[in-house]
């Protein structure tokens, strides 16, 4: 009987904690709290997924804030379906949309993940260590996860998470968007950056007195509310980035971003070079606006996972874009074989960008690359071709010459 009373107890204190059962659709529609309330529909309808649970007293509590560990819990089990007997397993559409490693730690050091809470110290640590090892967070994010979440930091969890299942939003764009919030500048350059992204992509929006909320917690019903935009697109607020001339492109670290290019011609442009560069084969990466073209496999597989700066910098030859200042550039390594390896590529691009003037360009591409690499030194020189002012430079080691063409 004894042992009887203890586990009694015991369950009764797991239960107050409310972190791991979730509701059924009869006891959501049964919180007493949520009527009338301007999130109902949305408390009742994530409720039922069992995301963020109700209390014992029969309520939900709407306006107590989230905290840390609660809010990576949600957002985690908001990629999940649920199915009657209580289990759950991720929904396809996330796991498609990971990397490749990413699919590989789920289905090799996750494969047994149980979706419940820790019932041995720390509840979230299941949680944190899944988020952790995914990239959507740092351990050393926040010094207690136990603390309260501000909007800032709501923020940054998805800024991180959208980086490694969507894709990043044009940066320069969110920012300019972002503006409109009073209270923006409150914010650290990298909390506005995360405010950005969240904003532009419909998921956060602010407040109708024209903050942010910057330094507010986020009470557990706008954290559903956010999670409900993060898991159902179609939710999402429309933004307008006020231009068709948008791309996603692959970036440096394996994701992607969204890119809003100034015009069409350089959208164009940037479809060109990615054709560029199939021009060689395999011997390329294109990393945000920039091709990279390499002498060969062994040359990619060194600047790809070269241990020094200078091992990750051995391409030949660039082509790139700059599309906050209109300019398309073009980059050699002044090394024997170069310009024949790469002229098709190089011819590509820029006969695309200078049309009849193309052969105007190419002479005096040709002429500066002999020039600099009889001599080692070049006079940097402006002259305008067609529509473009070409500046080109030698750089200080003597090997590396710049053509940088600014459309006027």
């Known amino acids: 009987m004894r042992y009887w009373k203890k586990w009694m107890a015991i369950a009764t204190i797991c239960s107050v904690m409310t972190i791991g059962v979730g509701?059924?659709?009869?006891?959501?529609?049964?919180?007493?709290?949520?009527?009338?309330?301007?999130?109902?529909?949305?408390?009742?309808?994530?409720?039922?997924?069992?995301?963020?649970?109700?209390?014992?007293?029969?309520?939900?509590?709407?306006?107590?804030?989230?905290?840390?560990?609660?809010?990576?819990?949600?957002?985690?089990?908001?990629?999940?379906?649920?199915?009657?007997?209580?289990?759950?397993?991720?929904?396809?559409?996330?796991?498609?949309?990971?990397?490749?490693?990413?699919?590989?730690?789920?289905?090799?050091?996750?494969?047994?993940?149980?979706?419940?809470?820790?019932?041995?110290?720390?509840?979230?640590?299941?949680?944190?260590?899944?988020?952790?090892?995914?990239?959507?967070?740092?351990?050393?994010?926040?010094?207690?996860?136990?603390?309260?979440?501000?909007?800032?930091?709501?923020?940054?969890?998805?800024?991180?998470?959208?980086?490694?299942?969507?894709?990043?939003?044009?940066?320069?764009?969110?920012?300019?968007?972002?503006?409109?919030?009073?209270?923006?500048?409150?914010?650290?350059?990298?909390?506005?950056?995360?405010?950005?992204?969240?904003?532009?992509?419909?998921?956060?929006?602010?407040?109708?007195?024209?903050?942010?909320?910057?330094?507010?917690?986020?009470?557990?019903?706008?954290?559903?509310?956010?999670?409900?935009?993060?898991?159902?697109?179609?939710?999402?607020l429309t933004v307008d980035s006020g231009s068709d001339f948008i791309k996603v492109v692959p970036t440096k670290d394996g994701s992607y971003k969204k890119l809003i290019f100034p015009d069409q011609r350089m959208l164009q442009a940037y479809e060109v070079m990615e054709e560029a560069g199939k021009l060689r084969g395999t011997n390329y990466d294109l990393e945000e606006t920039t091709l990279r073209l390499f002498k060969n496999a062994e040359a990619k597989g060194l600047a790809m996972s070269g241990a020094t700066l200078e091992q990750r910098n051995s391409n030949e030859a660039s082509l790139w874009l700059d599309p906050q200042f209109l300019t398309y550039g073009v980059t050699l390594r002044l090394e024997e074989g170069t310009i024949a390896r790469n002229m098709e590529s190089i011819r590509k691009f820029t006969d695309f960008l200078f049309g009849y003037d193309a052969d105007i360009f190419y002479r005096q591409f040709t002429d500066a690359c002999e020039r600099a690499a009889v001599k080692g030194v070049l006079e940097t020189t402006t002259k305008q071709i067609g529509s473009y002012s070409v500046e080109t430079r030698l750089e200080s080691d003597g090997k590396t010459i710049i053509f940088s063409l600014i459309h006027t």
């Open 23 to 236: 509701l059924g659709k009869s006891e959501a529609a049964g919180l007493t709290d949520i009527r009338g309330h301007w999130a109902e529909q949305t408390i009742s309808q994530m409720a039922q997924q069992g995301l963020l649970d109700g209390f014992p007293d029969g309520t939900f509590r709407p306006d107590d804030s989230v905290t840390a560990d609660q809010f990576v819990k949600i957002m985690l089990l908001a990629f999940t379906d649920k199915y009657p007997n209580g289990e759950r397993k991720w929904k396809s559409s996330f796991l498609q949309a990971l990397s490749a490693g990413n699919q590989s730690i789920l289905q090799q050091d996750y494969r047994d993940f149980t979706f419940k809470p820790s019932m041995v110290g720390y509840w979230a640590k299941p949680y944190l260590d899944l988020a952790s090892d995914l990239h959507f967070i740092s351990k050393s994010q926040f010094s207690d996860y136990k603390a309260k979440l501000k909007r800032e930091d709501v923020a940054e969890i998805l800024y991180y998470l959208l980086k490694e299942t969507e894709y990043l939003e044009d940066e320069v764009y969110s920012l300019k968007a972002a503006s409109q919030f009073g209270d923006l500048q409150s914010a650290t350059s990298r909390q506005q950056k995360f405010i950005g992204e969240v904003m532009t992509k419909g998921i956060m929006e602010g407040y109708p007195n024209g903050y942010f909320g910057v330094g507010r917690d986020v009470t557990r019903a706008e954290a559903l509310q956010i999670i409900t935009r993060l898991q159902t697109k179609s939710k999402r």
